[in-house]
């Protein structure tokens, strides 16, 4: 049976705290539907969620609420379900799949189906009515062609915060169901953590950000997108992380995120460890970061009126390892910016009239 206990903490004021225990199964993974069950029941009034022990496979995106604390404990884990390939070509007008594995698949849900190979543009999505061990049935019948060797998933973030304010995720252990033998989109798909609020590319900011978001002492890995993505969010924070394992970016500090903070993470993996792009007055400090491509990048979006972006972060006490093309790169319009006391291999590229580089050390 699952068990869902409500434990009510009565406060020095009229209003209640709540915390809500959700008790993982140890022989049986969970799908979200308890969490999102139990985020709907503090959406509007704030509280706790803990996730205590077991396996939650994440089928659909978990919206965040503001005023949350969700904290991990007994190593619960969260996991978002791994792609599979189609084993048999299936014509127009099949109604069922033949796929590699149905594992973590559920009826009723969608699915995106992309071709072979790596590409980005998808064939089709098919809605599952039935499942049996390899075979997926189909809600209705195909309109196109599925070829053998086409790669077949979901393609949602685990979770999704919009425009949300105090929301602190606490030692959650994520697992982001890559497969390096399936290659699938990344990006703002199959992300972990991605908080955002309004803007868009002609006027900037068109409402109040995402303000107030802390993610700490959470393990995050094998993500086809981010582990974590702030957009248009200030005075937040990704600390004491374990990052890898990413076809993607470690931490992206992203358009109109100020005053965010990447301290004492370890990222070992991910084409960027912590990207800023259109960030200012950022902190990157003390973070250990290997096997990317670029450490730290700071650039500028060319669709954005550069004042007032990429400008008076401060990248420092960094230990950046194994790099294929920079250790610290920073791109045209990034002004004012502080690089310095970084160990690092490889290269740090940047302006040296418009930034300070003072005292970083090459191994």
Not at 304 to 316: C, M, S, V
Request: hydrophobic residues 40%; positive net charge.
């Amino acid at each position: 049976m699952k068990l869902l206990v409500l434990i009510f903490v009565l406060g020095l004021t009229p209003s209640k705290a709540t915390t809500i225990v959700l008790r993982g199964i140890v022989d049986r993974p969970q799908s979200e539907r308890q969490l999102v069950a139990a985020l709907a029941e503090l959406k509007g009034r704030g509280g706790e969620v803990v996730l205590d022990g077991g396996t939650w496979i994440i089928r659909k995106e978990v919206r965040l609420p503001s005023g949350l604390i969700l904290r991990g404990t007994n190593n619960a884990l969260l996991r978002l379900p791994s792609p599979r390939l189609v084993t048999t070509t299936a014509p127009i007008s099949a109604r069922q799949l033949a796929v590699s594995a149905t594992t973590e698949f559920r009826v009723g849900d969608e699915l995106a189906v992309l071709p072979p190979g790596e590409g980005k543009n998808r064939i089709t999505t098919i809605r599952i009515a039935d499942l049996d061990e390899r075979t997926v049935k189909l809600a209705k019948s195909l309109e196109t062609v599925i070829p053998a060797g086409s790669r077949i998933g979901y393609s949602h973030r685990m979770f999704l915060g919009y425009a949300v304010t105090n929301v602190s995720l606490l030692h959650l252990i994520i697992d982001g169901g890559r497969n390096a033998d399936i290659p699938m989109p990344g990006h703002h798909l199959r992300s972990a953590i991605w908080i955002s609020a309004p803007y868009n590319y002609e006027k900037g900011p068109i409402g109040p950000p995402a303000a107030n978001i802390s993610v700490s002492d959470c393990t995050i890995t094998n993500c086809y997108g981010r582990a974590v993505a702030f957009y248009h969010t200030v005075d937040s924070q990704v600390t004491n992380c374990s990052i890898g394992g990413l076809k993607d970016e470690g931490i992206d500090f992203d358009h109109f995120a100020f005053r965010c903070r990447a301290i004492g993470n370890t990222i070992d993996g991910a084409t960027i460890g912590v990207e800023l792009n259109d960030a200012s007055d950022c902190l990157v400090q003390r973070n250990h970061i290997r096997n990317t491509h670029i450490g730290v990048r700071i650039w500028w979006y060319d669709k954005f009126d550069p004042a007032g972006l990429n400008t008076r972060n401060l990248i420092e006490d960094n230990h950046i390892t194994s790099v294929s093309r920079a250790a610290i790169y920073l791109g045209r319009n990034c002004t004012e910016n502080r690089i310095r006391r970084n160990t690092v291999d490889g290269k740090i590229e940047a302006d040296r009239k418009l930034n300070e580089l003072l005292d970083n050390r090459t191994n």
